[in-house]
């Protein structure tokens, strides 16, 4: 094969993380070619077996340093960024992790004329009061000013055998009497499936999807806070009682939390500020066709998938059962 009929190649920030694997994973099997930009290359060789022999190589590239990120996208067809934190940690803040490292690798993309697929959230907006989805908000600004051709998807909470989310609440039920209902249980949620969301950046990657958009992707269906929990305790085999917590103690415990060094806390206040919205598909990106569905991908429902991978935390594990409560 000569240089020429090299197949594409796809830098994919993040690839070793939760969403980043899959995609790498889905951009594998169609046959591209992939250079996963991480800031550990040597934590990262858990990916090379998603490929063949030399198709999936590593960079090193952390998104607070600009000369890491044009080194990253240089020579690339597409780029994907998929960096993402749930909390601040030393010089990994909000704003120099998910704005400023945004708008550098949509610069770097454009630069190197290069097509973008960046991995935002529901709730983004720039004049939030939560940090995370403030910057989010910023972030898309920016890439929509740098990159108007650029690729935005919105995903809801994400499940998959890695998540941060449902495996949170299942290993809390392990030790923990109670499983805490943040406000009452009440935010709503449409969780959506981590191997859809890689689909869908396969598509756009494919030039199957429209540029230039906003999608926002959430699952096939629509589950409250306790809902959630309670689809937990079901795959776990689990009977621990759900107890409502006031937004304003859920926040303090929050700020607490996260004064402890080098332990990642289990909420922290900006999180309890994003618990107060729902976060679900808005009916204007239902109404202009900017879904899920739209990208042509089948969304795949929370319980026909958590129970595979929650089911290490019942009892007994497998042998615990088919999933009722015991």
């Known amino acids: 094969m000569t240089l020429a009929n090299l197949p594409p190649l796809v830098t994919v920030f ?19 070619r992939i250079r996963v930009a991480v800031r550990r290359p040597d934590l990262a060789g858990f990916l090379q077996p998603l490929g063949n022999v030399g198709q999936i190589s590593f960079v090193q590239a952390n998104l607070r340093y600009r000369n890491s990120i044009d080194r990253a996208v240089d020579g690339a067809d597409f780029v994907v960024n998929c960096v993402g934190i749930l909390h601040e940690a030393g010089r990994n803040s909000f704003e120099a992790v998910q704005e400023f490292g945004a708008r550098a690798v949509a610069e770097a993309a454009r630069g190197a004329g290069a097509k973008l697929v960046h991995i935002s959230a529901l709730g983004a907006n720039a004049h939030s009061d939560s940090a995370y989805a403030r910057t989010k908000g910023r972030a898309e600004a920016a890439i929509h000013s740098v990159k108007p051709d650029a690729i935005i ?5 994400v499940f998959g055998p890695e998540d941060n989310f449902f495996n949170k609440f299942a290993d809390m039920a392990r030790t923990a009497p109670v499983l805490p209902l943040i406000g009452g249980g009440k935010t709503k949620f449409q969780p959506v499936y981590v191997v859809d969301i890689a689909e869908a950046v396969a598509k756009a990657v494919e030039g199957k999807v429209a540029a230039g958009k906003t999608y926002e992707l959430g699952g096939p269906e629509v589950l409250s806070f306790r809902d959630c929990l309670q689809a937990v305790l079901k795959a776990t085999s689990r009977k621990n009682p ?13 700020s607490v939390a996260s004064l402890v060094p080098f332990i990642a806390p289990p909420i922290t206040a900006d999180q309890v500020r994003l618990l107060k919205k729902d976060n679900v598909v808005s009916k204007e990106a239902v109404a202009e066709g900017r879904t899920l569905k739209d990208i042509g991908v089948a969304p795949t429902m929370v319980n026909s998938v958590i129970g595979s991978y929650l089911v290490q935390y019942r009892p007994h594990g497998q042998y615990t059962g088919s999933g009722k409560a015991a």
Do not use: D, N, T
Request: aromatic share 10%; charged share 15%.
């Open 153 to 157: 998807y919105r995903p809801s909470i």
């Open 242 to 254: 759900l107890v409502s917590i006031p937004f304003g103690i859920a926040s303090l415990i929050g």
């Open 14 to 32: 993040g690839g070793s993380g939760f969403i980043g694997r899959h995609i790498v994973r889905a951009l594998a099997k169609r046959g591209y």
